[in-house]
C-alpha cells in the first residue's frame, strides 16, 4: 500500500474512532488510561529493549547528544510517562460541560455544550515520552488521535502503542482511538496535513523549521508553536529586589525553554540602581550579556547587540540587554520585536500595571512574576500538549480544554420562529 | 501602485492602528459608532446616489435580480444600517474582561483577559449594508478592519466609508481601523488573504465557491461559514403536534437561509401518524417533496430522492424526507450528509433527548425548537458576523466574542519559578 493510501487508511479509521469516542463516558475514558499505565509498567523491559535499538540506530546514524538524550527511554522517564498516564486520568472531563444556559424572550433556551475536536494529528519529533503524552490528553478530551513521531523512535513508538492499544481494549474504546503512524516514510506527514476530510486540527511540536514548512503546507487548521522571544522589563516604579530576583529567574532557571526571558527592558531611571548587581548576578551564572549604548556605557565589557539580538530566540545562556526611556518605549520594544508568548513588568505602580495587562498583546502578559510561570501545569491545566503562539482557537499554553470546542444546544418545547 | 503594493499598504496601516483600538475605550468606540450612524443619516441621498450609480452600472452589465436586490440601498436598508449601528453601540463592550482568576500553589493568580484578534479581513458579496455591519462589529471588538466588498457595490461602498471615517474622526480613532478597499481589481483578494503577517483572521461571506476558493488558497486562518443541510428528526415518542409545527416552521419561515431543514427524518414508528397531514401543509405552500422507497409507499406523489438529494442544500421550496427505523439511524444519517450546521430532535423522550444533544456533531444541536432558531440575535449575541462550520475558536453564530481571543494574565508579587 503507497503512504499516501495508508494514511488515508489512518484516517477514515480515525473518523470511524471519533465518533464512538465522542460519546464515551468518563469512566471508560479513565479506565483505558488506567489500563495503558499499567501495561506501560508491565511492559517496561520490552520497552527498553525497543528503544535500545533506536539508540543503537541514532548513534550509527551520527544523532547529536542531545538528539539521543530526548530519544532514551529511562525509567525515570518511563516513571513520569506512568505517572502522567494517572495524572491525565484524574483531572476532569471536560466533554459535556453546559454553560450559559439563559432563557430567550422567544422561550427558548440557549447554552454551550463542549465538545471533542474530532480527530488530532499530532507531529513531533524523536521523542517517545510524547507519543504517551499526547495519546492520553487526546483520549482525554473525547477525541481520536493520529500520532506521528520522528523515525528515530519508531521501535519504541510501536512498543507504545502496544501499551495504548490494550488499554483502549480493556476498556472497550475502538482500537483506531490513538493511531501510531507505523512508517518512517516522510510522505507521511505531507499526507496527515492535506487530509481535512479525516482530520480536524494538526498540531507540530519540534523545531522552528519543521512547524514553518507544516503551517506553510497544511490543509488542516494548525495549531501551533513558533518562538518565544520573551521580555521582562523593569520599570523605574519597581521593587529593585523584586525586579533583581524575577530577572534573573526568568533568565537563569532554565535556558533551553520558550518562556525564558530573551530580552531585559530597564526603565533608565533605574538602571543605574538594578543592572550593576543584575549584571554580577548573570555573570556569577556564566550568563554572556549584550547590550544597548546605554547599557554598554553603564555596565563594563557587555558586547554591543546588534538589530538581530533583539530579534532572536537564543535558548542559551545569552542575554540582551536595552535601556527605555519608560514603559511606552518598553511596548513598542516589545511590540516591534518580541514573539506575543511571555513577557513581564516589574512594577509597583497601579495603573502602569494596568496600562500593560491590557496593551501587550502577547498570549501571557505578566505583573511582578518570572516568565518561567507560562506553563500548563503551573497555570492549573492539568497537563499541556504545547504552548500556541496562535490567536485562534487556543492561546499560550494548551490543556484539554484547547483539545475541545464548543456547539450551541438550544431546548424548546415545540418552538417555532414567527 | 500595483494593487498588490496597495493591499500591503492596507495591511501595514491596519496593523498600526490594530494597536490603538485594542486600546481604545469603550467609551470612545461607542462614541465613533454613533457618530457614524449620524453621519450616514445625514448623506442619505448621497448614498442613494451613489447606489443609482452603482444599480445603473449592474444593470447595464446584466446581473440578475437577486443581485441587483441585494445591491439596493433603499430607505428602510438605511434605516436599518442606522439602527445596526446604534444596537452594535449599545451592546456590551467584550474587550478586556477577565474571568477566571485563581491564585496556584506556587502564589501567582492566574486568569484570562478577552482582547481583539487583531486585524480582520471581511470579504463579501455587492451587499452595501454588510459594510456597515462588518465595520461596526469588528470596531466594538477593538479590532482593525479590511472590507473588499463585491465590486458592483463600490459606489456605495465609498460613500459609506466616508461616513465610517467621519465616525472614527469624532472619537479620534485611527482613521485605518476601518478600511474599504477601494480598488475592483480582483487581485484584492488573493493579496488580502496571503498577508499574514498584517491579518490575522479572514472572515468570507457569500456563495460556496468563493468561500472554498478562499479556504484553499489562504495563508490566513479563516473563519468560514458554508452549507446548512439541516434535518429535523420526528421520534416515535414526539409530540405529534409539535412536530408539525416545527416541522413545517424549519421548511417553510424562509427557504433561502442556511438555517432552514433541508432533509426530514421520520421514527417509522409514527410515520404513518405524521406524515401524511404534514404533506398536505407542505403541499399547501408549494413545497417539492422528494423522498425515501418507504415514504413514497406512504404518501402519493412523492417523487423517489436520489442520494445526491440527502446531501443537497437546496435553499429552495423542496424538502427530502426519509423514515428510518430510529434515532440511531437518524444520528447516522445525520453524520454521513449533514453538513454539521443546525439539527434539531422532536421527543418527548428525556433519554433520547439528551443522547442527541450529546451526539450529533452539529454547530448547534436542538430539542423540541425549529432550526430557524440558530442565529446570533436569536441566540442572544446580540448581532451576528456570520455563522461558522468550522470547528476551531468560533462553532455556529458568531458575534463580538468571536471576534476576539484570550490571553492569560499572571499577577505576582516578585514570584519566581523554584
Known amino acids: 500500500m503507497s503512504t499516501q493510501d495508508y494514511m488515508k487508511q489512518l484516517g477514515q479509521q480515525a473518523r470511524q474512532a471519533a465518533r464512538a469516542m465522542a460519546a464515551a463516558t468518563t469512566a471508560d475514558k479513565n479506565a483505558a488510561l488506567q489500563a495503558m499505565a499499567a501495561a506501560l509498567a508491565a511492559d517496561r523491559e520490552g520497552l527498553k529493549a525497543a528503544n535500545a535499538q533506536d ?6 546514524n551520527g544523532l547529536d547528544h542531545a538528539m539521543l538524550d530526548r530519544l532514551a527511554l529511562t525509567d525515570a522517564r518511563i516513571d513520569s510517562m506512568i505517572e502522567g498516564l494517572q495524572q491525565v486520568s484524574a483531572l476532569a472531563d471536560p466533554v459535556g460541560e453546559i454553560t450559559d444556559m439563559r ?3 422567544s422561550g427558548i433556551q440557549v447554552g454551550h455544550m463542549r465538545v471533542p475536536l474530532g480527530v488530532i494529528g499530532i507531529i513531533y519529533e524523536s521523542r517517545p515520552n510524547v507519543t504517551v503524552d499526547a495519546a492520553s490528553l487526546c483520549l482525554k478530551a473525547g477525541n481520536a488521535a493520529i500520532l506521528r513521531g520522528g523515525s528515530e523512535s519508531i521501535e519504541s513508538n510501536r512498543r507504545i502503542a502496544q501499551a495504548v492499544r490494550a488499554g483502549l481494549a480493556h476498556a472497550r474504546l475502538p482500537a483506531d482511538a490513538v493511531q501510531v503512524v507505523d512508517t518512517t516514510d516522510r510522505a507521511a506527514v505531507g ?3 492535506s487530509m481535512p476530510e479525516y482530520v480536524d486540527v494538526i498540531i507540530p511540536r519540534g523545531g522552528k523549521s519543521l512547524i514553518e514548512r507544516i503551517t506553510a503546507e497544511a490543509r488542516v487548521p494548525v495549531i501551533k508553536h513558533l518562538d518565544g522571544i520573551c521580555h521582562v522589563y523593569i520599570d523605574d516604579r519597581a521593587d529593585i529586589a523584586k525586579a533583581h530576583r524575577i530577572a534573573l529567574n526568568a533568565k537563569t532557571h532554565r535556558y533551553g525553554v520558550c518562556n525564558a526571558m530573551e530580552t531585559l527592558l530597564v526603565a533608565e531611571a533605574i538602571a543605574a540602581d538594578v543592572l550593576p548587581a543584575l549584571a554580577d548576578a548573570y555573570r556569577d551564572k556564566g550568563v ?9 556605557a553603564l555596565l563594563k565589557g557587555v558586547a554591543a547587540a546588534t538589530e538581530a539580538d533583539w530579534a532572536t530566540e537564543y535558548l542559551a545562556a545569552i542575554l540582551s540587554i536595552r535601556i527605555v526611556a519608560g514603559m511606552d518605549e518598553a511596548i513598542a520594544h516589545i511590540e516591534q520585536y518580541g514573539s506575543h508568548h511571555t513577557d513581564s513588568i516589574v512594577t509597583e505602580d497601579y495603573t502602569r500595571a494596568r496600562q500593560f495587562l491590557r496593551e501587550v498583546d502577547s498570549s501571557s502578559v505578566m505583573v511582578n512574576a518570572s516568565t518561567r510561570f507560562a506553563d500548563g501545569f503551573e497555570y492549573g491545566l492539568g497537563a499541556e500538549i504545547g504552548i500556541s503562539t496562535d490567536k485562534l ?6 490543556g484539554l480544554e484547547g483539545l475541545t470546542t464548543r456547539k450551541f444546544v438550544v431546548l424548546g418545547d415545540g418552538h417555532i420562529r414567527e
Chains 1, 2 share one sequence.
Do not use: F, N
Not at 482557537?393 to 494548551?398: D, K, L, N, S, T
Open 55 to 60: 539508540l543503537e540506530r541514532g548513534r550509527a
Open 103 to 105: 432563557y430567550r424572550p
Open 191 to 193: 499526507a496527515l496535513i
Open 288 to 296: 554572556e550579556l549584550r547590550g544597548c549604548p546605554k547599557t554598554c
Open 393 to 398: 482557537h487556543a492561546r499560550g499554553p494548551v
